[in-house]
């Protein structure tokens, strides 16, 4: 199984992981957080950095980091070495949800499923009515079923 380990700014890492074990409390120990604090050094965000991916103990490992050129993505690039890794940055939570639950399948499937999770789940949203739905009224004891 593919670890995953998130390196954003504080507090939005393990904010995040809390979500997905809120969603999937069993990938604990396969999902970790890194928060990279203002004052922190690059240098000892990359000694944590590499003390989380030892922690998750795994073969591969899903870098998943904020915004693209800060320090959080900086610290992650310098772990990744193209075969035992793959970074994407943008991370939300729709991207974590999605990649905790394929992480079975290959790195590099997985690195691409996290992807398209994170830009599926970001959309416009009208005001008028809730999405996927006609408008229209049903009785009480009609339910509708999405997945």
Do not use: K, W
Not at 6 to 33: E, K, T
Not at 36 to 55: G, K, R
Not at 101 to 111: F, G
């Amino acid at each position: 199984m593919i670890g995953i380990l998130i390196i954003a700014h504080a507090p939005l890492a393990s904010a995040l992981r809390d979500c997905a074990l809120h969603v999937f409390p069993d990938c604990a120990a396969g999902v970790l957080a890194l928060d990279v604090l203002a004052n922190d050094a690059p240098e000892d965000s990359l000694q944590q950095a590499h003390n989380a991916m030892t922690a998750l103990a795994t073969q591969e490992v899903l870098l998943l980091s904020d915004v693209f050129g800060a320090t959080p993505c900086n610290v992650a690039q310098q772990l990744g070495d193209g075969s035992r890794t793959r970074l994407v940055a943008g991370v939300n939570l729709p991207m974590l949800l999605r990649s905790v639950c394929y992480r079975h399948e290959s790195l590099e499937s997985l690195a691409a499923r996290a992807h398209a999770g994170g830009t599926q789940g970001v959309m416009p949203v009208g005001s008028t009515a809730p999405q996927n739905q006609t408008g229209t009224r049903h009785a009480s004891s009609h339910h509708d079923h999405q997945q």
